[in-house]
């Protein structure tokens, strides 16, 4: 089959990797779409590591091409989202419903694959960059057929995070104000679940070409910030209920802190390099602010991921916005590596594998 490989050096597009064959408890998805998250950038830049070689892509969605033994849900043609999450079902974590902080949900899971006779491995257990994903049943979340690909692909991971940020992490009220810092594809569901969830929502982005964007998912303002140094009078005279910090550049989380009231809480969507420490003054804590973690939005995947299938298929949230080209399987080497012109903040980019 056709997939983006990473080799350690280069990502290239290879029609040699082996169609994925279903173990027991796995099933074979074929990808019809898959957005191109900051994530999928991070082997290729170092600041995730990943065995390779390796698959690339995660936020996807597809149809059931086949199921292992034992396997009774999902069934072959079904529509299913992608969730990188595979939690134990029976650990303390699991049995309290909070399955993003099971130990055993890993996010990379053992090769699956094979190429040129040689194990392969799949970014964070998915490898959606190609025609066919063989995951475990648990990571197939089955949502309605009528949900168009792209739609089911970004819930997948920007829908599910930035909406699971806002609505378990942070819990935001109507009436709070909130701040967003940096509007990709996670930043800009933030902003959307908060402007939803009745919140006045600040965006703060280095590009001020997404304000259309943020615009139509509901910011109040949007305010520029060309560098870091700039940050603090980019954020004078705010005071936040809730800051979200999008794009895991460190010094941001410092102006994600100083930005709350008393009383406020800062999340943590964006994930810093492997390594980082974190510039903030330990002491605004006395202020009752707290700084929460963030992952994948605290969701619970089979809950959740339905929830918002629903909504979307609803029209109460809005997924136009968010998308913003849709490219061949070809274009990926180009738009990991950052040789694509058009891969910019003003949406997700969506992969079309088998097309």
């Not at 992490?169 to 908060?194: I, K, M, Q, S, T």
């Not at 009752?288 to 298929?313: M, N, Q, S, Y």
């Not at 950052?338 to 088998?354: A, D, F």
Request: proline share 8%; hydrophobic share 45%; glycine share 12%.
């Amino acid at each position: 089959m056709r997939a983006a490989l990473w080799d350690g050096n280069d990502v290239t597009v290879v029609d040699d990797v082996d169609e994925p064959v279903a173990a027991p408890g796995q099933v074979v998805v074929a990808v019809d779409a898959a957005g191109v998250c900051g994530s999928d950038r991070s082997p290729v830049s170092g600041a995730i590591p990943q065995a390779t070689p390796a698959v690339l892509g995660h936020e996807a969605s597809g149809i059931i091409a086949s199921v292992g033994p034992g396997v009774t849900t999902p069934a072959v043609g079904e529509r299913v989202v992608l969730t990188t999450l595979t939690p134990c079902g029976t650990c303390r974590a699991c049995g309290k419903g909070r399955p993003t902080t099971c130990r055993a949900a890993v996010l990379n899971a053992g090769p699956r694959l094979r190429w040129r006779g040689a194990p392969a491995h799949q970014f964070v257990g998915i490898g959606a960059f190609a025609e066919y994903a063989v995951v475990e049943a648990a990571q197939a979340v089955v949502v309605p057929n009528e949900l168009a690909a792209a739609d089911a692909a970004l819930i997948s991971c920007a829908l599910v995070t930035g909406f699971g940020a806002v609505r378990n992490r942070a819990a935001v009220e109507p009436g709070e104000d909130v701040l967003v810092l940096g509007v990709g594809g996670v930043g800009a569901a933030v902003v959307h679940a908060a402007a939803l969830a009745g919140a006045r929502v600040v965006a703060v982005d280095r590009d001020p070409s997404v304000g259309p964007m943020a615009e139509a998912l509901g910011a109040a303002e949007l305010r520029e910030h060309p560098d870091g140094a700039r940050l603090a009078a980019t954020l004078d005279g705010l005071e936040v209920d809730a800051a979200f910090e999008c794009t895991g550049v460190p010094d941001l989380v410092d102006g994600a802190m100083r930005s709350l009231a008393w009383g406020g809480r800062a999340v943590l969507v964006g994930l810093p390099p492997v390594g980082t420490s974190l510039p903030f003054q330990p002491r605004m804590l006395y202020q009752d602010k707290a700084l929460l973690g963030c992952r994948l939005g605290g969701v619970r995947p089979h809950v959740d991921i339905p929830t918002l299938a629903a909504e979307v298929l609803a029209g109460r949230i809005a997924t136009a916005p968010f998308i913003g080209a849709r490219r061949p399987l070809d274009a990926v080497p180009a738009l990991l590596t950052g040789t694509e012109p058009e891969l910019r903040s003003t949406g997700r980019v969506i992969v079309t594998p088998t097309t």
